[in-house]
T-cell receptor, first 112, second 117 residues
Framework: GNSVTQMEGPVTLSEEAFLTINCTYTATGYPSLFWYVQYPGEGLQLLLKATKADDKGSNKGFEATYRKETTSFHLEKGSVQVSDSAVYFCALRSNTGNQFYFGTGTSLTVIP | GAVVSQHPSWVICKSGTSVKIECRSLDFQATTMFWYRQFPKQSLMLMATSNEGSKATYEQGVEKDKFLINHASLTLSTLTVTSAHPEDSSFYIC?????????????FGPGTRLTVL
């Protein structure tokens, strides 16, 4: 079946620190992989995505590479800002349907 | 582009009443809409998938008579929580999916916070 396992939080970092949030997946076939971000009191926003192996998604300084050999899609940012404080969700979409599968979310707090 | 709205954003109701939540895709036609429920500090739980003009497909454990979903057009889906009880209090999020071109992904609404007294 399809599932996503995400690093548990909460994560607290100082401004300008390096961020890694681990995400691994189990899927049949060749899924597309996503990172979504949820700011307090808001819905989810797409942060970045990758649709095939070795693709790198990037946006707002965040990056994640689709690693088929390790079934991973870890999120990284070289220098976090206070405004990056949010909950981050890793997700996959099966190539056999429209359904998304979400990880449990990782709460990030960046302190000045 | 690709904006999904939800209405209302926040609702408080008495136990036993019904509440309707609307989800609209504002600038594209959504072949499929999804309804999720999110508990505090938890991930999204898919409740049901609805395709325009057909009955919704509910996930295991979700009561279809309790959570009525109607997808009457390609831009509107509604979720009605019937005879709401305090345990139904949650954050409900919809998403819309067109499945083609630049809309070949899910776009999420801002969510509706339901509080049942």
């Amino acid at each position: 079946g399809n599932s996503v396992t995400q690093m548990e939080g909460p994560v607290t970092l100082s401004e300008e620190a390096f961020l890694t949030i681990n995400c691994t997946y189990t899927a049949t076939g060749y899924p597309s992989l996503f990172w979504y971000v949820q700011y307090p009191g808001e819905g989810l926003q797409l942060l970045l995505k990758a649709t095939k192996a070795d693709d790198k998604g990037s946006n707002k300084g965040f990056e994640a590479t689709y690693r088929k050999e390790t079934t991973s899609f870890h999120l990284e940012k070289g220098s976090v800002q206070v405004s990056d404080s949010a909950v981050y969700f890793c997700a996959l979409r099966s190539n056999t349907g429209n359904q998304f599968y979400f990880g449990t979310g990782t709460s990030l707090t960046v302190i000045p | 582009g690709a904006v999904v709205s939800q209405h209302p954003s926040w609702v408080i109701c008495k136990s036993g009443t019904s509440v309707k939540i609307e989800c609209r895709s504002l600038d594209f036609q959504a072949t499929t809409m999804f309804w999720y429920r999110q508990f505090p500090k938890q991930s999204l739980m898919l409740m049901a998938t609805s395709n325009e003009g057909s009955k919704a497909t509910y996930e295991q454990g979700v009561e279809k008579d309790k959570f009525l979903i109607n997808h009457a057009s390609l831009t509107l889906s509604t979720l009605t929580v019937t005879s709401a009880h305090p345990e139904d209090s949650s954050f409900y999020i919809c998403s819309a999916y067109a499945g083609q071109g630049s809309y070949n992904e899910q776009f999420f609404g801002p969510g509706t916070r339901l509080t049942v007294l």
